[in-house]
């Protein structure tokens, strides 16, 4: 892998505009943001052109969810003091450098994406035969590299479109890094590391291009990353030279797996929107009460005297997300012996989920009152992603032969 990207410490990650959050989304992606903000730089917006693929017939939705996303995100805690929160159609330059970007990313790459057959297989209904649906995780990776993001916390389903995200920029680097004079321009910056340094260097990358020794190639980018008397441009350069190609201009990012969470769903299932089971992040209590008073239990547990099982049961997996262990174990006892009743056994949950719930609704509640408090988040984050955004694009450009005007 070539580094700049894996050591630096910009998040990305992006959420389709398809609906009101709920508590899958919650337990398995903004937990692990609202950890990933106090460490890296974290950008996180809201993909609505790629919301546009499969929603392309109707896209009401987008617009409405667009606003909802952001402030569940803000009322689950991400703060844009920290991250950057910004929508993707308001960057332009994403779309841009996935035109760049399309020029050169051979057919067969998106076709072997695992998830552009499963989709249209899932998604029946909709026509998917389409070249942005074909496109979307080329975009994906224009979204990624022009921030230059190194990590980008995804879910497996989503790992494959990083890796192709890597292919991509090696592709390009190998492209256009290769600029004129390229070698002279390495060899130069290394005499700028000064002659310890530069000794240390040229013996590193020996070891490395010689004897493929990656120790030699981690401690020679632990060296450079030490440098404080080049250029960046002489740095990215010295990445390149390290493994033979030319400059590194659009880093590899790295997949970040959150650590594993499947929030169950009411019926059992993974808690998804299309599998109707979801609990929303500003459903109200009563709603919650009811959802889960009506969840099905185990099915051999007809009367209230039948015995049952917790593995059988649907209700047993959200006590294994909620439940301390005292209360797992009454669950436990209690549901075999039949001591206590189903509805018994649901209300430390609906307790809980209340509990945890509450401060998010309300919170969700006072920007549903003060929407200009969220159009200028979205305005300063959207601002500040262009700039960045804009950056990487003149580099593009300029290196792609189009900086003439
Ligand atoms: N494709 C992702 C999804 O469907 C959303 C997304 C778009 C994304 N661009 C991204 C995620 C860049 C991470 C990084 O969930
Ligand atoms: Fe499920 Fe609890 Fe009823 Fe047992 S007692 S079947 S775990 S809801």
Redesign the pocket.
Known sequence: MNKIAAENNTV?????PTGQLHLGHYHGVLKNWLNLQHEFKCFFFV?DW?ALTTHYEDPSIISKSSWDVVIDWLAAGINPNEATIFFQSRVPEHAELHLLLSMMTPLGWLERVPSYKDMQEKLREKDLDTYGFLGYPLL?SA??LIYKAGQ?P?GED?VA?VELTREVARRFNFLYGREPGFEEKAEEAIKKMGKKNAKNYNNLRKKFQEEGDHEALEVARELLKSQQNITIADQERLYGYLEGGGRVILPEPQSLLAPTSKMPGIDGQKMSKSYNNTIALREDPESVEKKIRTMPTDTNRVRRTDPGDPAKCPVWQLHEVYSDDSTKEWVQNGCKSAGIGCIDCKMPVVEAINKELEPIRERANEYLETPDIIKNVVAEGCESARDIAKDTLEEVRGVMGLSYR
């Open positions: 990305l990650s992006g959420m389709r993909a790629h994906q979204d990624i980008i995804v989503q479109h």
